[in-house]
């Protein structure tokens, strides 16, 4: 099985800063990898797939970049409604999620 | 507009059964793999199964092997997930979600979710 390792699990930010979470899997899932935002009580969203793909809807302060077994999903500008924790997803063999990245407010 | 509503939750005791449906509505259901996702109480997401447009592929993660089946109607528009020998460690909240015409995907669209509580 494909292990999804995300850091940090934990983020303290402030409006307006540029933060990164880092995923990365224990062994190559080449560009099939997805990235959600989820909030408390609620389903997650879908931001970014096939590693770097923003999807329709989403606002362009979030993007991501990597391959093989590092990715990186960049918030340009933090803004209030974007304090959620972050799920990685691989779909390259069956579907492994990260274990979340907290950002919460510093 | 994509919906996809979960019902069927609920508390059941350790060794029991229970079958969600999720019913889809706002888009070609049939064209679709489906799929479902749990989140334990406090926990992270974790994938538990999939299954083809036409329901001849389906797929499930190691835990849930020879207890869960999934399947779907596309005349009603409809996924399940039958639930047997539950355990403790199957209360979560269960998403059904929406894949891509691939294989193994991402989700695009998610269920509200339906909480389902193992317990004595």
């Known amino acids: 099985d494909i292990q999804m390792t995300q850091s940090p699990s934990t983020l303290s930010a402030s409006v307006g800063d540029r933060i990164s979470i880092t995923c990365r899997a224990s062994q190559s899932v080449s560009k099939w990898l997805a990235w959600y935002q989820q909030k408390p009580g609620k389903a997650p969203k879908l931001l970014i797939h096939?590693?770097?793909i923003l999807q329709s809807g989403v606002t362009s302060r979030f993007s991501g970049s990597g391959s093989g077994t590092e990715f990186t999903l960049t918030i340009s500008s933090l803004q209030p409604d974007d304090f959620a924790t972050y799920y990685c997803?691989?779909?390259?063999?069956?579907?492994?999620f990260g274990q979340g990245t907290k950002v919460e407010i510093k | 507009e994509v919906q996809l509503v979960e019902s069927g939750g609920g508390l059941v005791q350790p060794g029991g059964s229970l079958r969600l449906s999720c019913a889809a509505s706002?888009?070609?259901?049939?064209?679709?793999?489906m799929f479902w996702v749990r989140q334990a109480p406090g926990k992270g997401l974790e994938w538990v199964a999939r299954?083809?447009?036409?329901?001849?592929?389906?797929f499930y993660v190691d835990s849930v092997k020879g207890r869960f089946t999934i399947s779907r109607d596309n005349a009603k528009n409809s996924m399940y997930l039958q639930m047997h020998s539950l355990r403790a460690e199957d209360t979560a909240v269960y998403f059904c979600?929406?894949?891509?015409?691939?294989?193994?995907?991402?989700?695009?669209?998610w269920g509200q979710g339906i909480l389902v509580t193992v317990s004595s």
């Open positions: 299954i083809r447009q036409d329901g001849s592929e389906v």
């Open positions: 706002g888009f070609s259901f049939s064209t679709y793999w």
């Open positions: 997803q691989q779909f390259h063999t069956d579907s492994t």
């Open positions: 096939t590693a770097s």
């Open positions: 979600a929406r894949g891509t015409t691939s294989g193994a995907s991402y989700c695009d669209s």
